[in-house]
């Protein structure tokens, strides 16, 4: 299984961003799909996760500015993020808890794309 993301980059303070990720390969079902990030000198936290079943949770720092939704069909998850702030800078990875066919639950990770919030 592959997790790829793509749509980081460089943004001023108060712009917006939207990441996407997608998961190819061996999959039966993605049970969870999430974004966590790792901000510079700190540990990885999660930004925002979403289930199969559309529940979704947000970290309190971004709650009201970040919406996460995912498209089942397509393995995919995206992140909008509006009003982001210096503190969100940070290497954004995409999480992907798969279930092969063999009942096999595995969570997937990408190699993370870079979000620069600065003016």
């Known amino acids: 299984v592959q997790v790829v993301e793509s749509g980081g980059g460089l943004v001023q303070p108060g712009g917006s961003l939207r990441l996407s990720c997608a998961a190819s390969?061996?999959?039966?079902?993605?049970?969870?799909m999430g974004w966590y990030r790792r901000p510079p000198g700190k540990e990885r936290e999660l930004v925002a996760g979403?289930?199969?079943?559309?529940?979704?949770n947000y970290a309190d720092s971004v709650k009201g500015r970040c919406t996460i939704s995912r498209d089942n069909a397509k393995n995919t998850v995206t992140l909008q993020m509006n009003g982001l702030k210096d503190e969100d800078t940070a290497v954004y990875y995409c999480s992907a808890v798969v279930t092969n066919s063999a009942s096999v639950t595995i969570n997937y990770w990408g190699k993370g794309t870079l979000v620069t919030v600065s003016s």
């Open positions: 390969g061996s999959i039966y079902s993605i049970n969870f």
């Open positions: 979403i289930t199969n079943g559309g529940d979704t």
